[in-house]
């Protein structure tokens, strides 16, 4: 299984970006679908995850500001940004995760939000 992650780039503090992440074969409908985020320097944190029932779990940070989706027919995890902050600025990986053995990551997306 490979998971493609798309939709960073360049933005500036207060703007908005839609990350995808699409999985080369049905896989979400029994997956967590995560995205986590490495800041320069950083270690990799968890941003976002969603169950497969749609139970969602957010990042203190951010909190209000970012909103993870799917949509399994599409194999398709979404993690929409809004408000984004300079301190958001990282690459972005998409994770699914069912256990230990079935746990996929994608290549990663760069966000760079700018002051």
């Known amino acids: 299984v490979q998971l493609q992650a798309s939709g960073g780039g360049p933005v500036q503090a207060g703007g908005s970006l839609r990350l995808s992440c699409v999985a080369s074969?049905?896989?979400?409908?029994?997956?967590?679908m995560s995205w986590y985020r490495q800041p320069p320097g950083n270690q990799l944190e968890l941003v976002a995850k969603?169950?497969?029932?749609?139970?969602?779990y957010y990042a203190d940070s951010v909190k209000g500001r970012f909103a993870i989706s799917r949509d399994n027919a599409k194999n398709t995890g979404y993690l929409q940004m809004n408000s984004l902050k300079p301190e958001d600025t990282a690459v972005y990986y998409c994770?699914?995760?069912?256990?230990?053995?079935?746990?996929?990551w994608g290549q990663g997306t760069l966000v760079t939000v700018s002051s």
């Open positions: 969603i169950t497969s029932g749609g139970n969602t």
């Open positions: 074969r049905t896989i979400f409908n029994a997956y967590t």
């Open positions: 994770n699914a995760r069912l256990n230990q053995v079935y746990n996929y």
